[in-house]
């Protein structure tokens, strides 16, 4: 598995950085969509290729993906070619028809993100009214018998407490609860110090992840496993051995969480697609290498962290062979340096001033 597949498990692509919400973590600053993204043409090429690589699922994201014009009929596109979609959205285009839809596919998942429990903790994060619009959104994938859809959560300091109640949302709706772990990517450089968990909430996340096997992660929290026990999963960086990203303009990154010109590994439209990217670029050949434990190499966690997560160290400006910025033994905390000896962050797609919910574009 660490020295890559010959295709990734799965695809992040970033449809469009066009969206209705502004939410203060986005990882790709989005919020105005970029003139230069894929064509449908292109768009299809692509799927096509993922067919020929037999990639099993592409998981779709933005920005708000369903605001392209043209998002239905990838959808469908793939799904008729063999390829699963799973999409994240935050509501506000799941209406009753479109949830009776959806309920129809076999090979079409959708998750719903929130980032609180309740309309105060979410809508600070997310913008005022996007609790309701993302509940409303539940209730029409629950009435249309749509099982199994997904709730996601990004673990801030604000809603580690709200755990349980997560918990009792997913089970109210129907739904699977998924939490991933906050980076500071994006708009999320701005507010890191402000959302990322205490050591203690970790700790607390960890054990409670402990005790529910059934929730899903994505393994966002690998590097909590240097703590005892290993949480279910994969429990390693992924990036450009099982996945990437493409964005909305094509440009094939290691990292669904690092969009930066040091993670590009080129472009859908340059020769060869995406195929000879992924199978041939230097930065995949280079990250699909043994890696050093480097800084790491005297702690005896490392065999069960791994180092913790690219993406956090790399926009905290820790070396990439440090520690984690949130090391459960406090090895990255001293060498946190957000906004100051940082990397600089990809470009910013926000729009000039807040939107709220409610919008059509």
């Known amino acids: 598995m660490k020295s890559g597949l010959d295709a990734p498990i799965c695809l ?13 973590h986005c990882l790709s600053s989005s919020g105005q969509r970029d003139p230069r993204e894929l064509s449908t043409v292109e768009a299809e090429a692509v799927i096509d290729e993922m067919a020929r690589m037999q990639v099993f699922y592409v998981n779709i994201g933005g920005g708000e993906p369903t605001i392209r014009p043209d998002f239905w009929h990838l959808v469908d596109y793939a799904v008729d070619r063999g390829v699963g979609v799973k999409f994240s959205t935050n509501g506000s285009r799941i209406d009753a028809e479109v949830a009776r ?27 005022e009214g996007s609790f309701e619009t993302a509940t409303t959104a539940m209730g029409n994938l629950r009435e249309a018998g749509f099982g199994d859809f997904k709730i996601s959560v990004v673990m801030t300091r604000h809603n580690i407490a709200q755990l349980d109640e997560f918990a009792a949302l997913a089970e109210r709706y129907g739904a699977q609860l998924r939490l991933t772990r906050f980076r500071p990517a994006g708009r999320g450089a701005e507010t890191w110090h402000e959302l990322h968990p205490s050591n203690d909430q970790q700790v607390e996340l960890y054990h409670w992840l402990l005790d529910r096997p059934e929730v899903l992660t994505g393994d966002s929290f690998f590097h909590l496993s240097a703590l005892g026990e290993p949480l279910p999963g994969l429990n390693l960086c992924g990036a450009g051995r099982v996945v990437c990203l ?33 199978r041939q670029s230097d930065l995949f050949t280079e990250m699909r290498q043994p890696q050093s434990a480097g800084a790491c190499a005297t ?18 400006g820790i070396a990439l062979d440090g520690p984690d910025p949130e090391c459960v033994n406090g090895f990255g ?9 940082g990397p ?5 797609h926000s729009r000039p001033t807040p939107v709220r919910l409610g919008g059509r574009r």
């Open 333 to 341: 905390e001293d060498l946190v340096v957000v906004n100051s000896a």
């Open 344 to 348: 600089a962050g990809g470009p910013d």
């Open 299 to 316: 702690c005896g966690q490392f065999d069960a962290c791994q180092g913790g997560c690219m993406a956090a160290k790399f926009f905290t």
């Open 12 to 24: 992040t692509w970033e449809l469009t950085y066009a969206c209705n919400l502004q939410c203060v």
């Open 246 to 278: 493409v964005d909305p303009i094509g440009d094939v990154y290691a990292c669904p969480f690092v969009l930066h010109p040091d993670f590009r590994a080129g472009n859908v439209r340059d020769s060869g697609g995406f195929a000879s990217i992924w």
């Open 101 to 127: 839809r959806l309920s129809e596919s076999d090979y079409v998942d959708v998750q719903i993100s929130i980032d609180g429990a309740d309309a105060e903790t979410n809508d600070s994060i997310r913008g």
